[in-house]
C-alpha cells in the first residue's frame, strides 16, 4: 500500500524552500482527494499485493479471501458484477450490497440500537438546556436572588447558561491552548462509548443534585458539572453515530442530532407542564427532571459495540472486525469497510503527522484558504446566537410571563415553541441538500428578523384584550420557531463540518463550537438583565436587529458549498474575502433586484468561479473548455 503514495514525496514537497502556497494546497488536495477515493486509480495487482501486506501488518490472514473481495467493491462499487476470477461475488454478496442503495434502512439490530442510543444522548442535549426554562420563574425567589437589581439579574443568567459555560470551557480552553484537556483525552483513552458512558454521569448525578440545592451556588456548581457532561457527550456522539453508520445513511445521521435535540427541548418544556401545580417543589422537579434520558443512555451504550474506526486507529484490527461485524449484515460489507477505511486512516497519518496542534490552530488565521473557510463557519455558528434561539429555550417562560401572560399560560406557550421546534426539523432532512445552506439561511434570517419583532411589537398590545395579545405573541414566537428549525437550525454544524480541509478539521470544528458555546453562555449570562431592563419589546427587538446584523454577515462572507468536490471547495475558498464580497455586492445583489423586484426574466449574473461557468456552459447546451487551469486561476486572484 505504501506505494500507491509516496510518504517521501509528500514529505519533500512540504519541505522544498521556496514552495508557493498554491503548490502545497495543491499537493494537499491531491492527499485529500486520495482520502474521497484511496484506491482510485490501483492496478488489480498491486491491489491484490496490498490487501495481502495489510492483513499480514494487522492480523487478519484469516480474513484475507473477503478481504480481496472488499478492496474491489470498496475500489468500485458500482461495478460489482464485473468482479472476477478468484474474487468473483456471490449472488448473496451481490444482493447485500445492492440492497444498500435500494433499502438503505434495512440494518442490523445492533446498528439500529447503537443509532437509538446516540438519538437519546441528543435527546438529553435538548431536554439538559431547557430543565431551567420553566424553574427560571420559580428559583429566583428561594434562592434570594429575585430582585430588579443588575447584580441579581446577572446572577440568574450565570445559572441558566452555566451548562454552556462548562462546555465552552471544555472546548475553548483546551482547544486554544492545550488541545481538548477533557474531551480529546477521554476518546483517546476510553473510546467513543466509554466517552458516551462518562458523560452520561455527569447528565445524572449534577442534575439529581441541583434538584436539591439550597444555595444559588451550590446550583451554579451542578450546573457548571452538568456543562462537563453536555460538552463530551457533543463532541462524541455524532462522531460515534458518523464512524459506526454506513455512508448510505452518514448524512441523515449527522441531521438527526439537530432533530433530537430539538425532541429533548420539546420533552423539557412538556414536562415542566406537567409539573406546574406540584407545589413547593415543581421547579425543583424541573431542574431534576433531564436525568431520566441519560440513565438509558448510562445503561444502552454499554451493549453497543466500539467504534471499529476507533479501534483500528489504535491498531487493534482484529477488534475492529468484531466491532463491525455486528453492525453490517455481510462479511463482504465488514471487508469492504475495512479496508477502506484502515487505507484512509494511513493517509490521513501522512497529513495530520506534518503539524501539531499548535500549528494547525494557528493556520486558522494565517493560511488563506483555510482562514476564508474559518471565517464562513465562525460566521454561521455565531449567527445561530444572534438569532436568539437559545434565548427562547432558556427563557421562553420568562419572557411570555413577561409579556403579560399568568405562569401556567407561559408553560404553554414554552411547551407550543418546543413542539414546534421539533415539528419543523424534520424537513431540514429535504431542505438542506435541495435549497443550499447559503440560500437557506438568507431566506430564513428576514423571516426570523420580522417573527421577532412582530412577536416584540404584539406584547405592546393593551393587556386589556387578553387572549388575542396572548395568541399573537405565541403565534409569531412559534412561526421564528418554525423559520429556524430547517435553517438556522442543521446548517452550522454541516456547514462547518465541511469546509475544512481534512488536515484542519478537528481543530477547525472545535473553534466553530467553541464560538457557538462561547456566544450562548454570554448570550444566556446578559439576557434576564436585557429582559428586565428593556422589557419583551425591546429584548425582541434586539434580537430583531442581531438578525439583520448576522444576514449581512451571511451575505458577504459565507459562500455556497452544497454538493461541491474537494477541488471546488479550493476554488471557493481561494477567493478573497474582498473579492467575494464586492462580487456580492455589486453582482448579486444589482441581479436579485433585477430578477425578483423588477421581474426581468432575461437578467443574468455572471459566475464568480470558473467552474460555475463551466455548469453554466453545460445546462445552455455549449461544450466550454477550461480557459485556465485550477492553480492558474487560484494565482490570479
Request: with cysteine.
Amino acid at each position: 500500500m505504501s506505494d500507491a503514495i509516496s510518504k517521501a514525496a509528500v514529505a519533500d514537497a512540504f519541505a522544498e524552500k521556496g514552495t508557493t502556497h498554491a503548490e502545497e494546497v495543491s499537493a494537499d488536495r491531491d492527499l485529500q482527494a486520495r482520502i474521497r477515493n484511496p484506491l482510485d486509480g490501483i492496478p488489480r495487482a498491486e491491489l491484490m499485493r496490498n490487501v495481502q501486506e495489510f492483513a499480514a501488518s494487522r492480523g487478519l490472514e484469516d480474513h484475507l479471501p473477503i478481504l480481496r473481495k472488499g478492496a474491489l467493491v470498496a475500489q468500485n462499487p458500482d461495478s460489482l458484477h464485473l468482479v472476477d476470477g478468484d474474487e468473483a461475488l456471490t449472488a448473496e454478496e451481490i444482493a447485500v450490497l445492492e440492497r444498500e442503495s435500494t433499502n438503505k434502512w434495512a440494518m442490523p439490530a445492533r446498528l439500529f440500537w447503537t443509532i437509538a442510543m446516540c438519538s437519546i444522548g441528543a435527546a438529553v442535549q435538548g431536554w439538559d438546556q431547557t430543565g431551567a426554562n420553566g424553574a427560571t420563574i420559580f428559583f429566583p425567589t428561594y434562592y434570594g436572588i429575585g430582585g430588579d437589581s443588575a447584580r441579581e439579574k446577572i446572577l440568574v443568567g450565570l445559572i441558566n447558561s452555566a451548562p454552556y459555560i462548562g462546555s465552552a470551557k471544555l472546548l475553548t480552553w483546551p482547544d486554544s491552548f492545550i488541545g481538548c484537556w477533557l474531551s480529546d483525552p477521554l476518546n483517546n483513552y476510553f473510546g467513543r462509548r466509554g466517552t458516551i458512558w462518562f458523560s452520561a454521569h455527569f447528565c445524572i448525578w449534577p442534575v439529581i443534585g441541583s434538584a436539591f440545592c439550597h444555595t444559588w451556588q451550590q446550583q451554579l456548581a451542578c450546573r457548571l458539572l452538568m456543562g462537563i457532561g453536555m460538552g463530551s457527550k457533543a463532541s462524541t456522539v455524532p462522531i460515534y453515530a458518523a464512524e459506526n453508520a454506513p455512508a448510505s445513511i452518514r448524512g441523515a445521521l449527522v441531521m438527526s442530532w439537530q432533530m433530537w435535540t430539538a425532541f429533548g427541548i420539546m420533552l423539557g418544556t412538556a414536562f415542566n407542564l406537567a409539573v406546574f401545580h406540584v407545589a413547593d417543589i415543581n421547579w425543583r422537579l424541573m431542574l431534576g427532571a433531564p436525568f431520566i434520558p441519560a440513565v438509558p443512555l448510562l445503561v444502552g451504550i454499554y451493549f453497543c459495540p466500539e467504534s471499529p474506526r476507533w479501534y483500528m486507529k489504535k491498531g487493534r484490527f482484529a477488534d475492529a472486525w468484531k466491532a463491525m461485524s455486528v453492525l453490517r449484515h455481510n462479511d463482504i460489507q465488514v471487508a469492504r469497510d475495512i479496508f477502506y477505511i484502515g487505507t484512509q486512516l494511513e493517509i490521513e497519518e501522512q497529513i495530520i503527522s506534518k503539524s501539531n496542534y499548535i500549528s494547525r490552530f494557528a493556520q486558522l488565521f494565517t493560511i488563506p484558504r483555510v482562514r476564508r473557510a474559518n471565517l464562513a463557519a465562525f460566521t454561521v455558528m455565531i449567527a445561530q446566537q444572534m438569532c436568539g434561539i437559545n434565548i427562547i429555550a432558556f427563557y421562553s417562560t420568562s419572557i411570555f410571563k413577561e409579556s403579560g401572560l399568568t405562569e401556567f399560560k407561559a408553560m404553554i406557550g414554552s411547551f407550543g415553541f418546543g413542539m414546534v421546534n421539533w415539528l419543523f426539523a424534520f424537513p431540514a432532512f429535504w431542505t438542506i441538500d435541495t435549497f443550499g445552506r447559503r440560500s437557506l439561511l438568507l431566506f430564513t434570517f428576514p423571516q426570523m428578523f420580522w417573527t421577532l419583532l412582530a412577536a416584540g411589537l404584539c406584547t405592546l398590545i393593551n393587556k386589556d384584550l387578553g387572549d388575542v395579545r396572548t395568541g399573537l405573541v405565541c403565534l409569531f414566537v412559534f412561526l421564528f420557531a418554525a423559520f429556524y428549525s430547517p435553517g438556522e437550525g442543521p446548517v452550522p454544524f454541516t456547514y462547518s463540518a465541511e469546509v475544512y480541509p481534512l488536515s484542519h478539521r478537528e481543530t477547525g470544528m472545535g473553534f466553530a463550537v467553541a464560538t457557538c458555546l462561547f456566544w450562548a453562555a454570554v448570550l444566556g449570562t446578559s439576557f434576564p438583565f436585557l429582559l428586565q431592563e428593556a422589557k419583551p419589546v425591546g429584548a425582541f427587538g434586539v434580537y430583531a436587529g442581531f438578525n439583520v446584523i448576522a444576514f449581512i454577515l451571511i451575505f458577504f462572507f459565507v459562500p455556497e458549498t452544497m454538493q461541491r468536490s474537494l477541488e471546488e471547495l479550493d476554488w471557493i475558498f481561494a477567493v478573497p474575502v474582498r473579492t467575494f464580497a464586492h462580487y456580492q455586492l455589486t453582482v448579486t445583489l444589482p441581479w436579485f433586484f433585477k430578477r425578483y423586484v423588477l421581474f426581468q426574466k432575461d437578467a443574468t449574473k455572471p459566475p464568480l468561479y470558473h467552474f460555475e461557468a463551466v455548469e453554466q456552459a453545460k445546462r445552455d447546451g455549449h461544450n466550454t473548455s477550461p480557459m485556465m487551469g485550477s492553480d492558474d486561476e487560484k494565482r490570479s486572484y
